[in-house]
Nanobody, 124 residues
């Protein structure tokens, strides 16, 4: 079973940047698709980005062009680089593991193991 631990969240001003990390253990990050999701207070968990086993990526429209997902197989860690952050990006961010059919999914229900989440707050 994969264990995931996120880090890198914090408080940032509008227009600022953060890089989230998701360290995996129990399985190589190259052997599963890694997704990033976020959940703002009172809202459902929503898809942010995903990177497939072969490295193809997909983004939610709301973050396309501002966020970038990547991974480092040597460090067994995934990353979410977040630029031009806005108050509406405020949420708890989670990484998750997908080993289902196809390249990846955008649905939280299709993902198996999840990290504990890291808070991102965008405020002046």
């Amino acid at each position: 079973q994969v264990q995931l631990v996120e880090s890198g969240g914090g408080l940032v001003q509008p227009g600022g940047s953060l890089r989230l990390s998701c360290e995996a253990s129990g399985l190589s990050v190259s052997n599963f698709a890694m997704g990033w999701f976020r959940q703002a207070a009172g809202n459902e968990r929503e898809f942010v980005a995903v990177i497939s086993r072969l490295g193809s990526v997909d983004y939610a429209d709301s973050v396309e062009g501002r966020f970038a997902i990547s991974r480092d197989n040597y460090k067994n860690t995934g990353f979410l680089q977040m630029n031009s952050l806005q108050p509406e990006d405020t949420a708890v961010y989670y990484c998750a593991e997908y080993q289902g059919p196809g390249r990846y999914s955008r649905r939280p229900v299709d993902f198996g193991s999840w990290g504990q989440g890291t808070q991102v707050t965008v405020s002046s």
